[in-house]
């Protein structure tokens, strides 16, 4: 495991460059790095450099796993589905190394690491370096890569470095990155769990199967029939009246609606701790580097600093001696552009029905921004959520319907304190703030933010 102490240096990174750049890197015919289709740990060779997507009918996938091989991965013959609160489905080819049974390291990891929504690895194996990538629960379509090239590996996990917020970060520790983890993978998977490779043709299976019960019924009324002539007659027994029917009345669970409102940021907490970051980034200075606009969300807050004049070692010792919990910088290539990442921690959430129609909401605020002299943007838009209706008795497949909530979707901007417009987000029952940015130029605010309307 690295020391969380240890960052990277000016010559770390200018050795990495003349790695990359002094040796040719082998690529394909589509000039992507080289990469490998499978690796073997534990005695088990797993499936790896699967293309991944979302899958909404887990009942029936064939469709969509079909429709992405036609129009993005042509002549791709295998798949797999991970299950879970958001499945997905893989698909692999057996040109490139795949078979059919293959369990799939990238489902394994994502079921392993589900404790944490968010994790990002890389692991040194026999054949490579396996990169793996798993955001909100979903492995990333293009980040389950088996790159056989260790400088093709370390890109790929820089740049998924500069994303924030992830829970989990792991790395070989040879490569001496901070805040990363090293894990032996063998300890990991230490079983084939994991979703495996099954053949995409589905038309095939359902013939042979079709043709092998019409084979199994001739055979079965055949001999009912041989049988019959030669039997003898049955002796007939009196009839016993049967008992009455007891017919078992459908139990029918009310369907659980999950509305958008009932969960939504405290805008009260948001704001304050986005307001006390912004403070916390612009009372730093660092001589010969320059500040940009700073963006903020629920997740955490994001900003850039750039190099005009100096060195690199001045930033890093301005980020040792302003270093706070939950702040985390990511160079670039060159090293004169660094992404810095603040958590604002756990934010409060809170339920509110809404009151306001857009046409209601939008007049209001009209009216509020007309009166002050100040423009508005206003539009409406809609939120979708997938509600599951419960079987009857448990015997039918649960199904699946999609209700739609409307919404009115503003932005403005201003030069007050944010804290100011505090009484106006109240004013609004169901409001949410998504996004605030400070401008570091002219020190104005920027709002953007959503208010639900009443459901029917």
């Known amino acids: 495991m690295a020391d969380d102490d240890e960052e990277l240096s000016v010559d770390d990174l200018d050795e990495l460059e003349e790695e990359a750049s002094g040796s040719p890197a082998a690529t394909d015919e589509d000039g ?26 887990t009942s029936d996938p064939y ?10 991965m042509e002549g791709a013959d295998l798949f797999c589905v991970r299950q879970g609160t958001s499945p997905q489905y ?22 392993i690491f589900s404790d944490k929504s968010s994790s990002v690895a890389v692991f040194e194996v026999d054949e490579g370096w396996w990169f793996i990538a798993v955001r909100n629960d979903l492995i990333l379509s293009e980040e389950d890569l088996l790159y056989l090239n260790e400088e093709d590996a370390k890109r790929a996990f820089y740049a998924m470095m500069a994303v924030p917020d992830w829970g989990r970060k792991i790395a070989p520790a040879s490569w001496e990155i901070e ?11 230490t079983a084939s769990r994991g979703s495996k490779l099954m053949r995409i043709e589905k038309g095939t299976q359902k013939t042979k199967i079709i043709i092998g ?73 660092i001589p010969g580097w320059e500040l940009g606009n700073i963006q903020c969300a629920p997740s955490g807050l994001s900003t850039e600093w750039h190099m005009k004049w100096g060195h690199l070692s ?33 934010i409060a959430t809170h339920s509110e029905n809404p009151k306001y129609m857009t046409f209601e909401a939008r ?54 304190p944010a804290g100011e417009w505090l009484p106006l987000f109240n004013q609004f029952p169901a409001l949410e703030l998504l996004k605030m940015e400070y401008d570091i130029g002219n020190g104005t605010w920027s709002y953007e933010g959503q208010i639900y309307e009443p459901s029917l």
């Open 32 to 57: 992507d790095p080289p990469w490998g289709a499978t690796m073997t740990v534990n005695d088990t060779t797993y499936a790896v450099s699967l293309f991944w997507q979302p899958l909404q009918d």
């Open 63 to 72: 469709p969509e796993v079909k429709e992405t091989v036609e129009n993005v």
């Open 90 to 111: 893989g698909i692999g080819n057996s040109v490139e190394g795949h078979k059919v049974g293959m369990p799939s390291a990238a489902a394994a990891i994502a079921e």
């Open 179 to 189: 805040g990363t983890e090293e894990v032996d993978l063998s300890s990991v998977l």
């Open 213 to 285: 019960v019409a084979a199994l019924l001739i055979v079965i009324v055949g001999y009912k029939l041989i049988s019959g002539l030669f039997a003898p007659p049955k002796k007939v027994r009196p009839l016993v009246p049967f008992k009455p029917l007891q017919i078992e009345e459908e139990t029918i669970q009310p369907i659980v609606e999950v509305k958008p409102w009932e969960k939504l940021v405290v805008t009260d907490d948001f704001l304050n701790r986005c307001n006390v970051g912004v403070l916390q980034i612009k009372s730093m200075m």
């Open 314 to 346: 001045i930033l890093k010792r301005a980020f040792e001696e302003y270093g706070s919990p939950g702040l985390d910088y990511v160079l670039d290539e060159n090293g004169t552009n660094v992404v810095v990442s603040l958590s604002l921690g756990e």
């Open 363 to 416: 007049e209001e605020l009209n009216n509020i921004f007309q009166a002050v002299k100040m423009p508005i943007s206003l539009s409406t838009g809609s939120t979708q959520v997938t509600q599951t209706l419960p079987a009857k008795n448990g015997l039918d497949d649960p199904k699946r319907i999609v209700k739609t909530y409307n919404k009115l979707i503003f932005k403005f901007s201003s030069d007050m």
